[in-house]
């Protein structure tokens, strides 16, 4: 009985299925969902203007949350830093300096030597790009510390070109080729940075002389972000970093830049190689800045930002978001020198600078004793330069193995590496029979933490979601660098820029650069303004 009555419930059931199977049957012939509807749906579109669309993330999301950025980062398209040279040697602590501020085992006694590779390139440009054109340039010195790997990636002026780091690969792609013509726009580049209330004192900066250097030896570097130098629990300073060359400043005008990159578009790369080939290894002597956070507090500019936001250091209250990096004047915070760079030997076999971009460098590499601050565009930096690196070389690139151009594993850390990441492509080391995973029966101890920094930065507000506008303060430091050039240099400047900005064919944005140039000083922004046929 109770058999029956189960079959008959089962066949029961069994029917009803079957007739399900026959109804998705009779309706196959009119679908319910159209794969090929978001496909469409993008081509639909794919002339329509800006103007006429809603910015959302790739998944057609709204732009609401953190997501943005990381997707734009995480999606590094069109590289930077193509183009350059490198060369290896060594730090040398010269002074007690850092060891006074930090823990980090590098700085601990004068006279000690950590092996360096250094890489030189400009930013914008494609691989086949000359090296004296006008843009920023890279200096980029990797450490190879006994407490792993230290990564110092500078610029060559101290600030970066932007208020907010989301807008970092806007920058960069603005400055890279028309994605239709595929060619270089300048009304993009101008167009951006009159739009976007970026830093007038890195425009300024560039557009003089400095922004076309004599190769890649006569350069400073600069760290731009604020980093943080840890003694102890409680002992601790903010630090802004330089790398100040010895072989003096030198660059280009205009013109000379011009006709290098005719005779030698490699000028940079040739230069570096052979200096070193003569024995005459170039050098940077290393300074540090320092802050305690009483003195940040005090300071005449928010060490992070000029625009509102809350931020909490013990007992301290000052202002912080958005971010617009402001160089540390050295009559207000003196540079301290801690040690100094030495390139002595050449890549072996040098043949493309392809071989040495797998020299990858992120900030986010530093041994205990150096910590990221709360600088917004730094805490950017340590997700983007990850993701850029393994863009381009790879999801193994801090241990893959280095052609003899760069020598063998130059990237690679010279302390023991053990964690839980196996497999992948140029993987080379899997780590042996350890467990890819927190393992009880084979278990990987961790390192206790030297000091407690819990207590050093404590967010008390909450985060400001949307861009501030500039205040006066942004044309502080641009009206001192223009009073402090020359007369020449303030001509060349004034050139440089018409010669920049004359390429530009849209009246409009030349008269919006035109009025930020004057805002600084009325009679550079006439004079562009006259040079460039605008009227203000």
């Not at 085992?105 to 930013?123: N, Q």
């Not at 190769?215 to 330089?242: E, L, Q």
Request: contains cysteine; glycine residues 8%.
């Amino acid at each position: 009985m109770y058999f029956s009555g189960f079959a008959a419930l089962l066949f029961s059931g069994a029917a009803t299925v079957v007739a399900h199977a026959e109804q998705a049957k009779r309706d196959a012939s009119q679908p319910y969902f159209d794969i090929y509807q978001g496909p469409n749906e993008q081509d639909s579109i794919i002339n329509d203007l800006s103007t006429q669309l809603d910015y959302t993330l790739s998944g057609g999301e709204a732009i609401l949350r953190d997501a943005t950025a990381n997707e734009l980062f995480a999606k590094p398209e069109r590289t930077v830093h193509a183009k350059g040279g490198g060369a290896h040697g060594w730090f040398e602590v010269t002074t007690p300096v850092a060891a006074n501020y930090s823990m980090a085992t590098v700085f601990s006694e004068v006279g000690k030597r950590t092996p360096v590779t250094a890489r030189f390139s400009t930013i914008a440009g494609n691989l086949g790009n000359a090296d004296t054109v006008r843009d920023l340039r890279g200096l980029a010195f990797k450490l190879r510390t006994e407490d792993g790997i230290l990564d110092w990636p500078f610029l060559n002026h101290p600030v970066f070109w932007l208020r907010d780091p989301a807008k970092f690969p806007h920058f960069i792609h603005s400055q890279k080729r028309n994605p239709q013509t595929n060619l270089l726009d300048h009304n993009n580049f101008w167009d951006y940075l009159s739009s976007n209330n970026e830093s007038i004192y890195q425009v300024m900066r560039t557009m003089t002389d400095l922004g076309t250097p004599y190769g890649f030896r006569h350069m400073n570097g600069y760290s731009g972000n604020t980093f943080r130098a840890v003694k102890g629990n409680d002992t601790w300073v903010y630090i802004k970093i330089s790398a100040i060359s010895d072989q003096g400043i030198r660059n280009n005008t205009n013109s000379e830049a011009i006709v290098q990159a005719g005779v030698n578009p490699d000028f940079g790369v040739q230069d570096l190689y052979d200096a070193i080939a003569a024995g005459n290894y170039p050098s940077w002597t290393i300074y540090w800045q320092t802050m305690t956070p009483q003195q940040a507090e005090n300071y005449k500019y928010n060490i992070f930002d000029l625009t509102k936001g809350t931020f909490y250091c013990p007992q301290i209250i000052f202002l912080t978001l958005t971010f617009i990096s402001l160089e540390w004047l050295v009559e207000d915070v003196p540079l301290q020198e801690i040690g100094r760079i030495t390139l002595v030997q050449n890549p072996y076999g040098f043949v493309a600078f392809g071989k040495s971009s797998k020299l990858v460098l992120t900030p986010a590499n530093m041994p205990y004793g150096l910590e990221p601050s709360e600088d917004p565009t730094l805490q950017a930096r340590l997700f983007a330069y990850g993701d850029a690196q393994r863009y381009r070389t790879g999801i193994n690139s801090k241990t893959t193995p280095m052609p003899k151009a760069v020598n063998d594993r130059s990237t690679a850390p010279l302390n023991p590496v053990a964690n839980f990441l196996r497999d992948g492509a140029m993987n080379f080391n899997n780590q042996g029979k350890r467990p890819n995973f927190w393992s009880q029966q084979d278990f990987l101890s961790l390192a206790p933490r030297p000091y407690n920094d819990d207590n050093h930065t404590i967010w008390t507000g909450g985060a400001v979601k949307y861009l501030s506008t500039p205040t006066e303060a942004d044309f502080d430091l641009p009206r001192i660098f223009w009073n402090g050039l020359s007369e020449r240099d303030q001509n060349h400047l004034i050139y440089n820029v018409i010669w920049h900005l004359g390429q530009a064919n849209d009246s409009t944005i030349r008269t919006e650069q035109c009025k930020i140039f004057y805002h600084v000083n009325a009679t550079l922004g006439e004079a562009i303004a006259k040079g460039v046929n605008v009227t203000l």
